[in-house]
């Protein structure tokens, strides 16, 4: 158990943590810090009054704590709308973020106007961080993963163990479940990575892949297989498009829990995380998912593990589009 956990954004995916956190009891603490509702300077005085005084994360917060004599959970837990509520956190799981969805007028943002938004959030919860617990263990959900998990890093500096990011258990766990089902056979048989970057050149890897010990070959056939590969790369669109609101979120949540659980146990158990290169794969200075071992310190050794040719070049390929993206990010920091 940690003495205090800190979740930053209280939208949908740091609700299902605080609400994990306080059932698991994984910390004596959790604060959770949100800006919302934001207020509009547009909207009437006694609207923009009423706004001040809401809080998502101390609603969320309350909610919960009310909860805890049920549940016989003595985690203490609370929120605040500036980042005071993570002070003294040795973890910190980021969630803050804004969403793509229609302007009033029905325009969307574009994908340079999106990530600007979201480099600037990332921003303040850089400082936040920074002033309130600067040497906590960073786990980063927040999207465009691979550039927020990169810009936290240029900002705050951590020694390369204590910054990672999560996608790829969450995406892996997509790709057992879908074996699972086509093979029909318990989840718990199937284990498998999922690598690269957390876009739609992520690389699943079918030399990874086992349903119960066995290569998954045995199982399903090529055709199935590539199929199932596919939807992976795509299975966050999928649930997207289903809800119509918003994006997955208690598998993202369950997903960083197994991070967290790692680090807070010290389990040194080896995990898809989205970390630091510097050599590895060939690759310098970006963070791409590798499986590691993650342990109290976080990402405790990176595990560079044998692919196949086709499975190198995938790869390669996706950390070009990550590539891509931290030229555009470095470009936008520098004018923030
Ligand atoms: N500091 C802290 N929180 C912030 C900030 C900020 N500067 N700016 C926005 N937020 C909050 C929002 O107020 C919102 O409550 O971040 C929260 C994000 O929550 P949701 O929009 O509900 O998104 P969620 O589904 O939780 O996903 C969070 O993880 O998987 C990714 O793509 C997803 O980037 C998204 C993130």
């Not at 609700?15 to 604060?31: M, N, P, S, T």
């Not at 973020?97 to 574009?110: E, H, I, L, N, Y």
């Not at 980063?140 to 936290?152: E, F, G, K, Q, R």
């Not at 093979?183 to 048989?189: H, I, M, P, Q």
């Amino acid at each position: 158990m940690l003495n205090k956990i800190g979740l930053i954004g209280g939208g949908y995916i740091g609700g299902v943590l605080l609400q994990e956190i306080v059932k698991r009891r994984l910390a004596r603490e959790v604060g959770m810090s949100d800006p919302a509702p934001f207020v509009n300077p547009n909207d009437p005085p006694e609207q923009q009054a009423t706004q001040a005084k809401q809080s998502v994360a101390k609603g969320k917060a309350l909610d919960i704590a009310e909860g805890t004599p049920t549940i016989r959970s003595d985690v203490r837990c609370y929120g605040s709308k500036d980042y005071s509520a993570i002070e003294g956190a040795e973890l910190i799981i980021n969630t803050a973020g804004v969403p793509r969805k229609a302007r009033p007028d029905g325009t969307f943002p574009t994908r340079e106007e999106l990530l600007t938004i979201n480099l600037k959030v990332t921003n303040d919860v850089a400082k936040g961080i920074q002033k309130y617990c600067p040497d906590a263990i960073i786990l980063s959900i927040a999207n465009p993963l691979d550039a927020i998990v990169y810009t936290l890093n240029k900002r705050l500096n951590p020694a390369k163990s204590r910054l990672f990011g999560m996608a790829g258990q969450l995406d892996s766990g997509r790709y057992c479940y879908f074996v699972a089902e086509a093979a029909k056979v318990s989840v718990e048989n199937v284990s498998a990575m999922v690598l690269g970057g957390h876009g739609d050149d992520m690389v699943p890897v079918r030399s990874s892949c086992q349903v119960g010990g066995i290569p998954v070959e045995k199982f399903l056939d090529e055709a199935t297989l590539a199929a199932i590969e596919s939807r992976t790369r795509k299975a966050g669109g999928e649930v997207v498009g289903l809800l119509g609101f918003g994006s997955a979120f208690a598998s993202p949540a369950w997903a960083a829990l197994e991070m967290a659980e790692a680090v807070i146990f010290d389990k040194r158990k080896i995990i898809p995380v989205c970390a630091l290169l510097e050599g590895e794969y060939g690759v310098n200075g970006l963070y791409v998912g590798v499986p590691a071992i993650v342990g109290k310190n976080g990402v405790e050794e990176v595990i560079e593990m044998d692919l196949t040719a086709a499975e190198k070049a995938a790869f390669d390929h996706s950390v070009g589009a990550v590539r891509k993206t931290c030229d555009e990010v470095d470009g936008m920091l520098a004018k923030l």
